[in-house]
């Protein structure tokens, strides 16, 4: 690919690749998934925690209300395990809890190859065809104060500019799609990793760099959250700056 | 012929989708999970079959430190033989009364020598002891301390036979479950008589149960009644994980 931008592009838009309109396709019906029954999953046990072990006989960090299973406290017949008296408690249930992480978790492994494959092809084809360089990544001259609080203004007032139908994307946009290309979807990716008992017991750096199991859980969480939040963004952007248009774009490439 | 090509991208795509898709229908010979024609469940097979063929051989999960150790909550049974069950076990009430004297863990199947086990005869057999996180598939993970005879040295003593792939295990509260050899013969899986120093009790799984430490805590099924040592993939029917909507493979 050549170092200068093509002379198609700086005329007008060059409309999406096959690959990129592809793979964005691909995530975002496996995105949906995920989240969907990551929340499903989430339910059985709407609890955070840091560090390696958290459960209901332990503090928590943040209890969500979310499910009936929300401060249940059917806990009985508590036994301490040792003689001293902050000894940690044996505690048997008693409370019959929402569970259906049967087909919850089934499904988010089915959607996360979804997400990992595509993820990762796509990620190496933006590499070697310069995608990121010309269109994602911010360029050095953009990040000056003064464009960021132009950009950053004129999305307040939702003074958002019409489709392009390509990638010629704005310094908010670049920014918003860089952190979620880059680090959200990485990092909720590799925080699924570090839950796995088989993967941590190969590579325990996995789970040792977020804190444990349950610090991995917890950024898979608020990271999951910020990408939710991304594509509320997203959608009210493409929905402001021409629904009709973006989506042939994206679906069917050029729409001039 | 316009062009030749010794080996195109998309060629060199279906052929490798044609031999994984291979790999996957040997599962109609046993050797994996059944699926079912459940798309859920293909899934499942997929996640097992790259572990196994990605990760390298058994690695030891993680061990603490005795000051690790965690509040502990016991889930499901948590007591087989308790009156106030819809099904109490009665042979488990009885075992539980005489302090588990009479309690034997039977070892049947593709085993020279099959039999049954004592708590006095495991006891006797080399022990392991190990400080493990267990994770359970809801969400909460606790930390305990677990000593028991790992169970490779059970399957050594029965003589398992060369054509074992898979050991599947019963249990008092009325599950079945297996893992393949690959979980049997690690060194952390173990058959667990203590806990935290003392006896196992009765809301954990007494007198022994399984430690799988590779994988889910429902893989570490309590209250053990009886062992299989199997050369074909069983789903152990309506007591089985599969026919209950889980997955089998819980390495994840």
């Known amino acids: 690919m050549a170092e200068s931008p093509q002379p198609q592009e700086q005329r007008g838009p060059a409309g999406h690749t096959r690959w990129v309109r592809i793979s964005h396709w691909i995530v975002s019906v496996s995105f949906l998934t995920l989240a969907f029954s990551g929340f499903v999953i989430l339910m059985a046990h709407p609890r955070l925690y840091w560090g390696e072990a958290g459960n209901n006989l332990t503090p928590a960090l943040l209890e969500l209300p979310i499910s009936r299973n929300h401060q249940h406290g059917g806990w009985e017949e508590r036994a301490p395990f040792f003689q001293d008296a902050a000894s940690p408690i044996s505690a048997n249930r008693t409370y019959g809890i929402f569970n259906q992480n049967g087909w919850g978790r089934s499904l988010h492994f089915l959607a996360a190859w979804f997400l990992v494959v595509p993820g990762a092809v796509y990620l190496l084809a933006g590499l070697f065809t310069g995608h990121f360089r010309r269109h994602l990544v911010p360029r050095a001259g953009e990040l000056t104060p003064r464009l960021i609080a132009q950009d950053l203004r004129s999305h307040l007032r939702l003074q958002i500019r019409s489709a392009t139908g390509g990638p010629h994307y704005g310094l908010m946009q670049k920014c918003a799609y860089s952190g979620v290309v880059f680090l959200a979807l990485p990092l909720a990716v590799v925080t699924g990793l570090a839950m796995s008992p088989t993967i941590t017991a190969a590579y325990p750096l996995l789970s040792g760099i977020f804190g444990g199991f349950q610090s991995a859980r917890t950024i898979h969480f608020f990271a999951s959250a910020v990408l939710v939040l991304f594509l509320l963004v997203h959608v009210v952007m493409i929905i402001k700056s021409g629904f009709r248009r973006q989506m042939r774009a994206m679906t069917f490439g050029k729409t001039t | ?252």
């Open chain 2, 1 to 252: 012929m316009k062009t030749i090509q010794l080996l195109t991208r998309r060629k060199a795509l279906i052929a490798g989708l044609t031999s994984a898709g291979g790999l996957l229908l040997t599962g109609c010979s046993k050797k994996l999970p059944p699926t079912y024609g459940n798309i859920l469940r293909m899934g499942d097979t997929l996640t097992y079959a790259a572990h196994r063929a990605l990760l390298p051989g058994q690695s030891l999960a993680r061990e603490y430190s005795h000051k690790d150790i965690t509040s502990f909550p016991a889930i499901g049974t948590t007591n087989p033989g308790d009156p106030k069950r819809p099904r109490p076990n009665e042979t488990y009430r009885h075992l539980h009364s005489g302090a588990f004297a009479d309690w034997r863990l039977s070892i049947e199947g593709l085993v020279t020598r099959p039999g049954s086990y004592s708590l006095v005869d495991l006891k006797r057999l080399p022990s392991r002891t190990q400080i493990t996180r267990h994770t359970c598939e809801e969400g909460w993970s606790a930390i305990g301390e677990w000593t028991g005879v790992p169970l490779s040295r059970v399957l050594d003593a029965a003589g398992m036979l060369p054509t074992a792939r898979f050991v599947s295990y019963y249990s008092y509260d009325d599950w079945v479950d297996s893992i393949d050899l690959f979980d049997a013969l690690h060194p952390q899986t173990l058959l667990a008589y203590g806990m935290n120093g003392r006896d196992l009790p009765i809301p954990h799984g007494a007198p022994v149960r399984l430690r799988v430490e590779t994988q889910l805590g429902y893989k570490s099924m309590k209250y053990l009644q009886r062992i299989v040592v199997r050369n074909e993939f069983d789903d152990g029917g309506d007591k089985g994980s599969i026919q209950n909507g889980w997955s089998w493979y819980a390495g994840i």
